[in-house]
Every structure is written in structure tokens, then in C-alpha cells.
């Protein structure tokens, strides 16, 4: 990997940093599949307050994205990693499974998913995102996908995680973070692993100018909904007219990080953010 100009220690208030355990574990798989990787963008870190709880939205293009912005984060803030509930179970993914025992099971916040005929399936929950909030509330940067993986080499759309968690915490800040696995197929991918290996493609990181999104007020009446939605209970009007106001909102916000993170993608990675 490329040796990088460190950011002025001076100019960035001291946090904790990412656990050890968890960084060089990642740096193992990460430096099998990828070659020099260049980080850029750097000086937005100082923009961010001491004060602030990050949330940091990343692209997840590959399956390399999350482990290399979380490597080359994890010296400036103590970042606690969300992923598939189903990588939380042995019986799931023995695999990943294990590289998270490895990593520590501790540094990853699990997301609802479950696999429907051999394909992964995330469903949104708001109750995934409580965990989320306390650990922000310790300190921990919360690392999370801002849109779901894809199969395409390209951004897919937008989910409502990064929005909604800022909706529901305090004193907030979004910091968009790109990865660009540079190759022109799909590399970085579970099933990809024996070719990534032999060719060992470079990859870019962008880091952003922080966002801090507009606050939603009455968000809490999200998860009242949803829930009598998957009892099957009768919405009134006045609560479907809610619903599609507070969904309106996280769209809105969702779109505001996917086009940020569209800026540093080549154009035909870039999806619908054109």
C-alpha cells in the first residue's frame, strides 16, 4: 500500500481510534485483494467538530468498500462497523462468520437480513438502529453502506440507514466517504476472491466534506407505523399521509448523500446520481 502523508494532529482534535484487533484484521484480507491504495481528501477530517458524532456513509459497490474505509479511518475515529445479521451466525455464513470472531464480534452492529432462495434480503428495521444510536452516544463512528450492495459496478439506490440514524441521534454529522475499486469489471466481490488475489487491482478513496442533514421532526412516528403495518393493522388516513411524508424525507436525505458520493465515481459507476 502507498505510504501517505499523515493529516496535521495539530489541526484534528484527539479521538479514540479503532481497535487494533479489528484494523489489522481487515488489513490482512484487504492487502490480499487490493494493490496501492490512495486516500484523498483527508483535510475535511479537520472540518468536523470535536463535539460531533460521526456517522460515516460509504459506497458499497464491491465488498472491499466498508474494510478499506474503515482501514483507512479507523486512525482518526473508533469506528464500530454495521453489517448482514445473517454474517452474525455461523449457521449463515460460516465464513465471514469467522472473520468476525477474528475481527471481534464486538466492532460490528448487525443489520436485518436473511437469505430467500440463496439470495440476501435486508429489510428495514427501525430496532437495528438503537444500537447504533448508543454507540454513538459512547463515542464509536458508525460505519454503515449508504445504499445496498450490487452486483452492477454500480451505485444502486439509495437506503434510508445513514438518514434515518441521523434522524434519531444528536448532534450529527455525515461524513460521505468513496471507495473506487479501479477496474473496469467487477473485482472485490465474495465471488471474485481468486481473481482479486492475482490481480490485485489498485483502489482510491475519497473522504468528503462533511454533511449535516436537516432534521425530520416527528421521525419517532416512523417506527410507529411500520410496526402496525407488519401487524397487519388498518392505517387511518392521517397515518398513511405520515408515512409517505416522513418517507419523502429520508428519500430526500438519502439522495443528498448518494449524490455526494456519486461526485467521486466515474461516470458509469455512478447509477441513476448522474
Known sequence: MAAENPVDQNSVEKRHTTSKRLLMAIEADVSLA???????GKEHLKEISPNKKVIIATTHISDLDVPIATLKLGKYFDIAITNQS???SFLGEPSTNIGMRIAGRENFI???TKKIEGKKHGEFNPQNFE???DALEKGKAIIIAAHNPTQKWKLSKGGYGAAYLTAISENVVILPVVVNIESDEPLGM????????????????YIQEPIELEKINGIEDFEKILKKRKRAEKLTKEERSR???LKTALEKRSDQIMQALASDLPKKKRGEYQ
Open 110 to 112: 448487525p443489520i436485518d
Open 243 to 245: 408515512f409517505s411524508e
Open 190 to 205: 465474495a465471488e471474485t476472491i481468486l481473481k482479486d488475489v492475482v490481480k490485485r487491482p489498485d483502489a482510491s478513496v
Open 34 to 40: 487490493t494493490g496501492e491504495i490512495q486516500t484523498h
Open 86 to 88: 445473517i454474517h452474525h
Open 131 to 133: 444500537p447504533m444510536r
